[in-house]
């Protein structure tokens, strides 16, 4: 049985109030809170066993290079990878998305290629390609959602032409909570010989992941949203992907032999990291993502769907709140405006007042906004620890603010 309550005991900050009030947190899709087992997992490395990895001989340097590359398996597990080799450590889904960027894409993209793109992503699956287009004239092609923020996969499909060299798409919005369905993307883009780079942020938190039965070529997870640390990160690429992949960066570990006029690369995945990674970080994400297996993907999905319709049909029943995306089967995640003008930051300084914490502005993810016809929205994010005694609390906040900008 899923005991939301036994959970939330888990992380120490959801005891602490907020001005006065108890912390309703709903800024997880921004960053979640980390539980317990993450924060004592690395103060135990720093405290008795940090030192630097794969360069040194001695007790401590062994011990926490096999901590941290232990780590690779566990990231191979939860994102259902046939091969920890095909996981390389990263700093969120912004390094892994450059990454491709820089080390796959700009290599064999020439001036009139194609990428396929949606109005969903977030600009870190967009800024990486816009550096394509500027300096290499590669063609970024658009596709939009419908009114509903719900994307039909035909669309994409349909936009992948002769000149295509890649799709690089969410698999669930940041803004709206839509999921994609990416298998079918996958899917029609394998035929056509066209990698797909997948966007899984949000995705990776809410539901179960199967690189291996989507079908894509990359996808790209943050351990911040994972309830792990800031800085720590993944992502899955198809081995032979890698072996098309030149090095990003340049430094120790990616490399095998420096001399004057000559240097030779490690094998994938080291040769794609280079220096001292975030040992710590990376520990502490593969505990966080030991605590989600242990919890069941399934049942947080479970949970977090059940908190989702209620929080719809509660937000729903606001005559004066416009959501913006209400596709079906989307996550629990929530963009909203007020009727009369009230600007998204005035409503988060109000909602903050009673200890509610939730984000406004347009999310990293401005075509969206521009879809919408909005240029900011107040966005509730719910996780595998918020109830539904928060939903009630986010609308009466809502009420309130209602009643101070009508």
């Not at 109005?119 to 287009?133: G, K, Y």
């Not at 990359?218 to 994972?226: M, Q, R, S």
């Amino acid at each position: 049985m899923y005991d939301v309550a036994r959970i939330r005991a888990d992380f120490p900050i959801l005891s602490r109030e907020v001005n006065g009030r108890p912390l309703v947190y709903l800024d997880n899709g921004a960053s979640a809170q980390k539980p317990r087992a993450v924060i004592d997992a690395m103060t135990q490395v720093y405290e008795h066993e940090y030192a630097n990895v794969h360069r040194g001989l001695h007790y401590l340097s062994t011990v926490a290079t096999e901590r941290y590359e232990s780590v690779r398996g566990i990231v191979a597990r939860f994102l259902g990878a046939p091969d920890p080799e095909e996981i390389v450590m990263t700093t969120g889904s912004t390094e892994g998305i450059n990454l491709v960027s820089y080390a796959w894409a700009a290599p064999r993209l020439e001036a009139g290629d194609e990428i396929v793109l949606t109005v969903l992503e977030h600009h870190a699956n967009i800024v990486p390609w816009h550096f394509l287009r500027e300096r290499q004239g590669v063609v970024l092609k658009w596709v939009e959602p419908e009114p509903d923020g719900s994307l039909d996969p035909q669309k994409v499909i349909d936009a992948i032409g002769p000149r295509t060299r890649l799709v690089a798409v969410t698999h669930m919005s940041n803004v709206t909570g839509t999921v994609v369905d990416v298998a079918s993307i996958c899917k029609a883009a394998r035929e056509r010989d066209v990698p797909v780079l997948v966007d899984g942020s949000q995705a990776a938190v809410h539901r179960p992941v199967n690189v291996a039965k989507l079908g894509c070529d990359f996808y790209a997870i943050t351990g911040h949203k994972l309830y792990g640390p800031s800085g720590s990160g993944a992502i899955w690429i198809r081995k032979e992907r890698m072996a098309e992949m030149r090095p990003f960066l340049g430094g120790g570990d990616m490399i095998r032999e420096v001399g004057r006029d000559v240097v030779t690369y490690n094998d994938p995945p080291m040769k794609f990291e280079a220096g001292t990674p975030g040992i710590v970080q990376q520990i502490g994400l593969g505990v966080a993502l030991e605590y989600l297996m242990a919890l069941g993907m399934e049942n947080i999905a479970a949970h977090e769907a059940e908190l989702a319709a209620y929080a719809q049909a509660r937000l729903s029943g606001l005559n004066w709140l416009n959501l913006q995306g209400t596709a079906p089967g989307k996550g629990a995640i929530f963009s909203m405006t007020l009727q009369g003008g009230a600007h998204a930051h005035d409503v988060s300084t109000v909602l903050d007042k009673r200890g509610i914490a939730v984000r406004a502005g347009s999310h990293c993810a401005m075509p969206l906004m521009e879809f919408f016809g909005v240029t900011a929205t107040v966005r509730a994010s719910f996780g595998l620890y918020n109830t539904r005694d928060e939903v009630d609390a986010l609308v009466e906040g809502l009420e309130l603010c209602h009643d101070l900008f009508a």
